[in-house]
């Protein structure tokens, strides 16, 4: 099975649910070896999630601010 999983607080949040979205992934990747994962994120980080793709799909705000 092939499993996205949006991951848009490890890059927009920086206490409690970063924390918790980051741990929940690993926890998810070390029980599991028989799925696919895809982690959704805002920009790249620097978590490492072993071979799991990223996808990076940017926040824009709306609507646009300048």
Request: hydrophobic share 45%.
């Amino acid at each position: 099975m092939k499993i996205a999983i949006l991951a848009d607080p490890l890059d927009t949040q920086s206490a409690g649910i970063h924390v918790y979205t980051r741990e929940l992934i690993k926890a998810m990747l070390k029980a599991d070896k028989k799925n696919i994962y895809l982690i959704i994120r805002a920009k790249k980080g620097q978590e490492d999630f072993g071979n799991v793709a990223q996808v990076i799909v940017p926040i824009q705000s709306f609507p646009p601010m300048h």
